[in-house]
């Protein structure tokens, strides 16, 4: 089922995201495919688009800051000595095809096109799975070629200067409350010791739901944990935390992040029990 040309995913015949595919955005907001709404399968909405706090963070994605100086996240670039500032180096994910199109998942091709050019060419795998009669996965597969003659690099505002902003790759807005949601890993709580850690899974807990990202490759569970609960919520997975990722001619970069999205609060245990299923499947 598609509307306007965008899948909708389900999961046991419920509706739980929306994956826009050719979104009519403004340049500075760095325009992407992305998914939104994501629901838990008791219809709460986890996500949200175009917050007025960043009017650039699009649901759930892959958004990158600095591609060879190019910006695919959206808003201000950081310059080193300078700080965030309103750059016209805006690029863009443009849709080229589905290869395989279901009611629980689809397979994209996209290109990251800045000035003209196409920089990266992007495959995207996304499935929806069922995991219990309160939780689903998402798995989120994505792998970014270098289709340039010449050597390009991955990099965030802290790898140009900015400490502890290493957003950039995976990164999944989540819906803003009264309260700051609950963030934890397997053996830590709490932004200031969760962010930056490198963990095998993530949990966020809001007042109704829980969402647990899990690394499901070697390389991907490399990647430390951007993490924000306190100015908005928001968490993803770091391409660039201390040194850019240098992507050479004809080379592939592949990051797989599975999304266990559940009604009410979850444990510890809880989360680790279901992220376990949901990369097993």
Do not use: C
């Amino acid at each position: 089922m598609t509307t306007n040309d965008s899948p909708v995913l389900r999961v046991a015949g419920r509706p739980v995201a929306r994956y826009v595919t050719r979104p009519e955005l403004p340049a500075r907001l760095s325009p992407r495919p992305y998914l939104h709404p994501v629901t838990t399968l008791a219809g709460t909405a986890v996500t949200e688009l175009s917050p007025a706090d960043h009017t650039h963070h699009l649901g759930v994605g892959v958004a990158v800051p600095d591609v060879e100086g190019h910006n695919f996240w959206g808003g201000r670039t950081f310059v080193r000595g300078q700080g965030p500032t309103e750059l016209d180096n805006h690029g863009s994910q443009r849709h080229t095809a589905f290869q395989l199109r279901d009611p629980d998942g689809f397979m994209q091709e996209l290109r990251w096109v800045a000035s003209g050019a196409e920089l990266l060419r992007e495959r995207r795998t996304v499935a929806a799975t069922e995991l219990t009669d309160q939780a689903w996965a998402l798995d989120f597969t994505f792998s970014l070629t270098n289709v340039t003659p010449a050597p390009l690099s991955i990099g965030s505002p802290a790898t140009n200067g900015r400490p502890g902003a290493a957003y950039g790759g995976f990164f999944w807005r989540a819906r803003k409350e009264h309260d700051a949601p609950h963030v934890f890993t397997p053996d830590r709580e709490g932004e200031a010791e969760v962010h930056g850690a490198r963990a095998d899974w993530l949990a966020l807990a809001g007042s109704t739901w829980t969402l647990v990202l899990a690394g499901a490759t070697d390389a991907t569970r490399r990647d430390p944990w951007f993490v924000r609960t306190a100015e908005y919520p928001g968490i993803g997975s770091s391409l660039a935390y201390d040194a850019r990722l240098p992507v050479p001619p004809g080379e592939t970069v592949v990051r797989r992040v599975v999304t266990v999205v559940a009604d009410g609060p979850l444990s510890r245990s809880e989360a680790a029990a279901l992220v376990r299923k949901a990369v097993s499947q």
